[in-house]
């Protein structure tokens, strides 16, 4: 029997994903770091003879309007400090300046704030589509890992 290839799909499958993440987080130089590295290489397309990705629903959690903010977890909030940086490229490796992220998450036992906006902002992608966002590791709840939800628009584009 062959070792299955390493994926993303299989890494966040064993929920290995956010993990070399969470181990960075208290640090503060996951974003400087980064940058001092100079820009990433394009994500390479993918050829994968897997099925694809089976399309889920987001969730009954998503909740417009959210306040624009970098910092998801307020200073006093419980959890393991996460610093969260990326860059939003288009497939063919340009950046979308302005595009619009949307982020929200459990706090660290799990919860989610479903009539306020704790754990839950938005913020605009820089000139170079490079974004970083604060919070802590969230929590589990039953059925699903460790996770962060993620919505991203291009300038006058909709969901």
Excluded at 6 to 31: F, I, V, Y
């Amino acid at each position: 029997m062959t070792e299955p290839e390493l994926t993303r799909r299989r890494l966040l499958e064993l929920g290995l994903a956010l993990p070399p993440l969470a181990a960075l987080a208290g640090t503060g130089r996951l974003l400087d770091d980064a940058e001092a590295a100079g820009p990433l290489a394009p994500t390479p397309t993918i050829v994968d003879d897997d099925e694809p990705t089976p399309e889920l629903t987001e969730g009954p959690y998503f909740t417009p309007n959210s306040p624009r903010r970098r910092a998801l977890a307020s200073a006093g909030a419980a959890g393991t400090r996460l610093t969260l940086a990326g860059r939003v490229l288009t497939t063919a490796g340009k950046p979308v300046p302005r595009a619009l992220i949307d982020f929200w998450q459990g706090d660290a036992r799990g919860t989610y704030d479903n009539s306020g906006y704790r754990f839950r902002g938005h913020q605009l992608a820089d000139a170079k589509g490079r974004y970083s966002l604060f919070s802590v590791v969230p929590g589990l709840y039953p059925g699903r890992t460790r996770h962060i939800h993620v919505k991203v628009q291009a300038p006058g584009e909709g969901y």
